[in-house]
């Protein structure tokens, strides 16, 4: 009963003050007694300027007497007269004065400006004031103390207390501190002088948490039947304990531009979710749209009765609120980051740098307060502002390490912060930090005032370990691991694959800055870019920083040995499968299938595909290990950000995730795992591939796949089940024929000279030799080509070709790329295929050809070309418009534009393929590609069969969605 009068929203009531003016309500529907009344008294008007500092307000003709009365030190301003309105009920009559009413301004607020420290004014009509606000009728409601300003969101609190015709007490913040003890006392005061008992408090963040660290304002807040926070985030884990302390917290949730939105209110005594937001059920008011990363955005729909404001042409407002569901309670969504508040990296990754800042701020006394930086950068690194001078840079920066340590270890990779990336700053009494109302750092204001100082951090030399000619060989190892550990909060193995135990590009970066701005001597030759990579683990990353030490250089193995040697090595020595047997002899029930790679985007529309389909009982889905979210929450994020179904059949246990290491004995599952595998499964799909172009064949991350794939014949081959290897038409497109046939290549020079296709052709070879070893063995390849959108024109903004077309808002061209044709597969349609070619009756059976199977899922059409889509996309309406140049053209284009340090786009990690492959195109002659066979998978998917060249709708699907998720580049 009491929802509507203690958790409504702190935004909805951000009067605008400025100057000592504020515009208060020309009209305030108050109820009492079933009747409506006019305005404020005196007394309440006096109140409400002594504890807000107004000094004018507004009245009609109606309140002059009222105005009257006023000490003179209140000035008022006349404004037309308002009609009274005679109403019992909170809705407006359909006649003109009741239309008239609800879009008539009754004050203005403002909103926090946050981000860019420049509040922006909001008007707020009638009906958003009090008209939709819920009243309770029956008597005796509790009272509520307030402690929020009332420009802030005080105002609110009021109208939600005055529409149920409830009491509600003001801190009086403009005439004493707002302390704990202050506030303890003035609820005191207020409990003993109010008729009715005080029981709701509404409050900011940092006023709770106040009172929580003093035992009687502890006892303070457990006495209250709902203490509701908002206006900014209170940190999880005082949250966690008042809740544990049995206080009964509510977070609210609204903005200037749309008022109350949601909070969490629910059974205190059962939920403890308090973070969880819970809205009303019905998307014609609000609804949540995938994002990506497992977020969704906050969209206000044009219905909602508070909606003031509106950014899309369909009357809705885009909040830019990211939020993640709760795992298991549905309608449950805790608020995450704003989408225009996160910092973007130099790769386009981004992260919300707000939880970070806060936790480290509070993990000791010694830090004022913390501004996480890296906008535009390779990777991030944080301000420390100290408190006092008294202690040293070290000593701040020993304070925090543990917590940013352990945060490490927690967080999303790219979001790490090293140890030398942490800069200490003293900031002079009189020039303190910008902050906005709610206390939160002004990030603008901020990177702009230290923009030299971040500069810097990216430069520095501050040695942390001793120079490489001072380390014994034997000591380089445990260096290294040290420096490892600075960036991942974690240690990792010295011998495994890097790449495996979760260290990205990101780390690598930064772990080669560490290393050349700590152990070698400045004039040293650079390390190559890809060093840590290429070694694949410490150790040999040890090897090879010693032989840079000896030699001046590193030496290429690769180029000692020859490439395509390297390739037959590496088939030959994972392809031995003569100790290989089938250990189940239980009979099976049903289709059961176990597939890799179902976090890509293949592999996730084949377990939708999965998902509906009846005749398959259940999915085992093998996922590489992560410290950041359970199997189970990767799989539903997987689908959710692509708009796939399936989210139920994970939920209702169709869909069975469990982490794997596939390079290891029994793909490095449990006893008990691998038990239900082999005695249920009659199916392996193996998708799960780095699609990686800068690594080399011989990195750990690709030697980590292809051992993966012997591993995953053997659980195949043990459990009884068929094995589909999904390889790629690169294996085999440098085959100079004019068709390529469904087989086996024996040549490596058929591969494309890239280390993912290199590593395909090995997995092929690999498949073969179980094939030809294992006569009871069912194996076969998938080669799958160029993939593209699905029917939702759904892509992948890290590919390569959406990269492009996401440069002509950029760059403001798109190349002209001559005889380009346009064989792209809709990915949905890719999955289907290969699904039906896994599932066909005829398929890995040996009487039907005593070869391996091998099939080409692709688009055999060689139109439309690049051209006719260039036509399509300029002609389609509200389309960002572009020239089409020259590919050397564009990308001096495109080059300049992310030279400019506004810029940030993920197509700064393809501007070295690009190069190669466009800076010189008029000079080039453009082969056209061979021809791919595809007799064998005519046969067995109606969905290749029924295959047509892309249409126009198709393309221009595409090319709207990718123009949408370009804006968030």
Not at 80 to 86: A, C, L, R, T, V
Request: net charge neutral.
């Amino acid at each position: 009963m009491a929802w509507a009068d203690a958790i409504g929203t702190q935004a909805i009531s951000s009067g605008v003050r400025n100057n000592g003016t504020c515009w208060i309500c020309k009209y305030v529907l108050l109820k009492d007694c079933g009747r409506y009344r006019p305005q404020l008294d005196v007394r309440a008007i006096e109140h409400l300027c002594d504890v807000s500092n107004m000094t004018t307000i507004m009245v009609d003709d109606s309140q002059a007497d009222i105005a009257r009365q006023l000490r003179s030190s209140i000035r008022t301003v006349k404004i037309p007269s308002f009609p009274k309105i005679q109403n019992s009920r909170n809705e407006y009559r359909d006649n003109d004065l009741s239309r008239s009413a609800s879009h008539d301004v009754a004050y203005l607020r403002h909103t926090s400006g946050t981000s860019s420290g420049l509040p922006k004014p909001i008007v707020q009509t009638q009906w958003g004031v009090v008209g939709c606000l819920p009243s309770f009728p029956h008597p005796k409601q509790p009272a509520t103390f307030s402690t929020t300003p009332l420009y802030h969101g005080g105002l609110a609190d009021c109208f939600r207390a005055w529409t149920s015709g409830a009491m509600i007490w003001l801190f009086s913040e403009g005439r004493m501190p707002i302390t704990g003890r202050n506030v303890i006392d003035a609820v005191a005061y207020a409990r003993s002088q109010s008729s009715a008992a005080v029981k709701y408090f509404s409050s900011v963040p940092y006023v709770v948490q106040m009172l929580a660290d003093e035992p009687e304002g502890l006892r303070l807040l457990q006495s209250m039947d709902l203490v509701g926070v908002g206006g900014a985030a209170l940190t999880p884990s005082v949250g966690d304990e008042l809740v544990e302390a049995g206080v009964k917290l509510v977070s609210r949730m609204g903005s200037a531009e749309c008022g109350f939105l949601m909070s969490s209110h629910r059974d205190y005594a059962e939920d403890k979710e308090w973070q969880y937001l819970r809205p009303i059920v019905d998307s014609t008011y609000l609804s949540f749209e995938p994002r990506g990363d497992g977020l969704s955005e906050l969209v206000v729909k044009p219905s909602w009765p508070l909606i003031s404001k509106t950014n899309r042409d369909d009357g809705s407002y885009a909040t830019s609120d990211l939020f993640e569901a709760h795992p298991s309670i549905p309608n449950a969504w805790r608020y995450h980051s704003r989408a225009d508040a996160q910092i973007v990296l130099a790769n386009g990754k981004k992260f919300d740098p707000s939880p970070m800042e806060e936790v480290i701020k509070a993990s000791s006394p010694l830090i004022q307060d913390v501004l996480v930086f890296g906008t535009g950068k390779p990777y991030a690194g944080a301000l420390l502002f100290k408190a006092s001078d008294d202690p040293s840079d070290e000593d701040v920066i020993n304070a925090a390490w543990p917590t940013i340590h352990l945060l490490n270890g927690k967080s999303q990779g790219h979001s790490r912060l090293a140890r030398s990336m942490l800069v200490v700053v003293k900031l002079e009494d009189e020039d303190p930090i910008a902050k906005s109302s709610k206390g939160t750092i002004l990030r603008r204001q901020a990177e702009a005032r230290f923009a030299n100082l971040i500069e810097r951090s990216y430069e520095s030399k501050r040695v942390v370990c001793p120079k490489i000619e001072k380390i014994e060989d034997s000591e380089l190892t445990s260096v290294l691991k040290d420096l490892f550990a600075q960036i991942l909060g974690w240690e990792a193995d010295i011998y495994q694959d890097l790449f495996g135990q979760g260290v990205d590009s990101i780390a690598c970066i930064q772990v080669k800055k560490l290393i050349e701005s700590t152990m070698f001597p400045e004039k040293s030759p650079r390390l190559p870019t890809n060093i840590i990579y290429d070694s694949g683990s410490i150790s040999v990353l040890c090897e090879n920083l010693n032989r840079i030490k000896r030699d001046g250089c590193l030496r290429n193995t690769e180029d000692e040995i020859g490439e395509w040697e390297l390739m037959r090595d590496l088939s030959e020595k994972y392809g031995d499968f003569t100790s290989c047997s089938t250990t189940c002899s239980a009979k099976k029930h049903g289709d059961v299938v176990v597939l890799t790679g179902a976090t890509g985007t293949l592999g996730a529309h084949i377990l939708s595909t999965l998902c509906r389909d009846v005749n398959i009982r259940k999915v085992y889905c093998l996922l590489r290990s992560q410290l950041q979210s359970t199997p189970k929450k990767r799989m539903a994020d997987s689908l959710s950000r692509r708009g796939l179904s399936g989210e139920d059949k994970i939920k209702g246990g169709k869909v069975v995730s469990i982490y794997c290491e596939l390079s290891k004995p029994h793909l490095g599952l449990s006893d008990e795992d691998w038990t239900r595998i082999i005695t249920e499964s009659t199916t392996f799909i193996h998708v799960a591939w780095s699609v990686n172009f800068s690594l080399p064949l011989g990195s750990q991350a690709f030697v980590h796949h292809i051992a993966g794939t012997r591993e995953m014949i053997k659980a195949a081959v043990a459990s009884g089940a068929r094995f589909v290897f999904v390889s790629s038409t690169a294996a085999v497109n440098s085959v100079f024929t004019a068709i390529i046939k469904e087989n086996v290549s024996q040549d490596p020079s058929h591969a494309s000279p890239l280390g993912y296709a290199r590593s395909k052709w090995v997995a092929e070879q690999i498949c073969s030799s179980a094939y030809q070893q294992l006569p009871d063995a069912s194996i076969s390849i998938v080669r799958v080509g160029q993939l593209c959108g699905n029917e939702a024109g759904v892509w992948n903004m890290s590919e390569s070709y959406p990269l492009i077309l996401s440069t002509a808002s950029l760059a403001g061209c798109l190349p002209d790329l001559r005889n380009q044709s346009l064989n792209w597969l809709p990915v949905d349609q890719a999955a289907s295929a290969v699904l039906e070619i896994t599932l066909s009756a005829g398929n890995g059976k040996r009487e039907s050809s005593p070869d391996m199977p091998v099939y080409h899922v692709l688009n055999p059409y060689r139109s439309p070309s690049w051209s006719q889509l260039l036509c399509w996309i300029s002609h389609t309406p509200g389309s960002s418009e572009f020239e089409i140049v020259e590919p050397a053209e564009w990308l001096r284009r495109v080059e300049s534009a992310l030279g400019s340090s506004h810029a940030k786009h993920p197509s700064q990690a393809l501007l070295g393929f690009w190069r190669g492959r466009y800076s010189d195109c008029q000079s080039k002659t453009v082969q056209l590609p061979s021809q791919f066979e595809i007799d064998s998978t005519l046969q067995s998917s109606p969905t290749m069969r029924g295959l047509k060249p892309l249409g126009r709708d198709e393309v221009v699907g595409m090319w709207d969605w990718i123009q949408e998720n370009a804006k968030k580049l």
